[in-house]
């Protein structure tokens, strides 16, 4: 093979000399890991040679001889030094080391079921860590609401006042807007299938039902878990970030205290009185759309809704909303500690908490809908 050069560098190649016995192989350039991978057609030629064992090797011309290039050549001359090799001394190590090593035959890779085992045993694992962090969670604030009961001056009036503010007033304008669409969507599409058979009249007790005991608790409810329950994580992860918590440690205050018993308190005082504004809205929009669509009158619609909806429904809305503040706040506050001081932390815990959050609320109601299945129908 011809000897090349690139930028200074020269290239591995071989050449051959014809000895009375056996032909000679001598092996030149610079033999680096680098060079061999940019020279298929040597690595190929390299090993046909390799197979012939009445050849003479002479490699003591190589300028250049790494450990991979010297394994490459072990492995094609069959994992043994060839009978007649002329070698230099500074090179003779690199082969050493592979004379008094084994190296394993690469294998197929067989599926290990060990590892859905461990993948499912991670997982259980994981939740019962976020179930166990929870219920200390738990624990703290009701041993915190025992201590209140005793010494009311201690009560964090102004952290709740705050709270209710930011996760109550402020969150009117979403809600409001979500209910009013809400409403009317529902109004609309349910006229379509009314008309058909004539019960035009059922939509009050439709729309009823259904915004009053359902959409309603659970529309303020996912809002808030997106909107309200991702700050109160992200607030409680910026101040693990710049030690704020360590700060507060260190005053002797708590954090369950200070942090968590305004949040769950604010959300608990606030959660009720979002669904009632938003069933509200949605109950108008719903109302408008049914005097457009079916010129059913607002009079109506106002005199017959006591009437299709028992007043046990807003009773269940309002013990829903409650429930679900609770654990809105709670899992909120429980991912906010878990936040690491660095940026990338924060973002995902505060993912899983608005995942969380939503997840609850939507169990939480499943729970309420199948125990109280059999009432606040008329």
């Not at 878990?225 to 704020?244: D, Y």
């Not at 719903?286 to 009437?307: C, H, N, R, T, W």
Request: net charge positive; aromatic share 8%.
């Amino acid at each position: 093979m011809n000897k090349q050069s690139l930028h200074g560098i020269n290239m591995p190649y071989i050449r051959f000399a014809k000895e009375q016995e056996a032909e000679r192989v001598i092996l030149e350039g610079q033999w680096t890991l680098r060079l061999l991978v940019e020279s298929s057609g040597l690595r190929k030629a390299l090993k046909k040679l390799g197979r012939a064992k009445d050849k003479q090797w002479d490699i003591s011309q190589v300028e250049r001889l790494d450990s991979s290039a010297a394994f490459f050549l072990w492995d094609a001359w069959g994992k043994q030094l060839p009978d007649k090799l002329t070698i230099r001394a500074e090179h003779q190590p690199l082969f050493n080391r592979w004379q008094h090593r084994t190296v394993p035959e690469p294998h197929k890779m067989l599926p290990d079921m060990s590892i859905i085992w461990y993948f499912w045993q991670a997982i259980l694992l994981g939740f019962y860590q976020h179930i166990s962090a929870w219920l200390t969670l738990l624990g703290r604030l009701v041993l915190d609401m025992a201590y209140l009961c005793t010494h009311p001056r201690a009560t964090p009036f102004k952290e709740i006042s705050l709270n209710i503010y930011k996760a109550g007033v402020s969150a009117l304008g979403i809600t409001a807007l979500v209910g009013m669409l809400v409403g009317v969507s529902m109004s609309y599409l349910s006229s379509l299938q009314l008309q058909r058979f004539g019960a035009e009249i059922y939509i009050i007790d439709l729309l009823g039902l259904s915004i009053i005991r359902e959409l309603g608790p659970m529309l303020a409810a996912i809002i808030i878990a997106g909107r309200s329950g991702s700050a109160m994580t992200a607030e409680i992860g910026i101040m693990r970030v710049t030690q704020e918590l360590d700060a507060l440690l260190a005053l002797g205050v708590s954090h369950s205290m200070r942090l968590v018993l305004p949040k769950v308190v604010a959300l608990s005082l606030v959660m009720p009185l979002l669904i009632v504004w938003t069933d509200v809205i949605a109950l108008i929009g719903g109302m408008v759309s049914a005097e457009l669509a079916l010129d059913i009158s607002y009079q109506q619609f106002i005199e017959q809704l006591p009437k299709s909806v028992p007043v046990v429904n807003v009773y269940i809305g309002l013990v829903k909303g409650m429930v679900f503040g609770m654990m809105i706040a709670m899992i909120a506050c429980h991912f906010g500690f878990l936040i690491k001081p660095n940026t990338e932390s924060l973002g995902q815990e505060t993912t899983h908490a608005v995942v969380a959050s939503i997840t609850a609320v939507i169990m939480v109601d499943t729970v309420f809908s199948i125990v109280f299945r059999n009432v606040g129908f008329p």
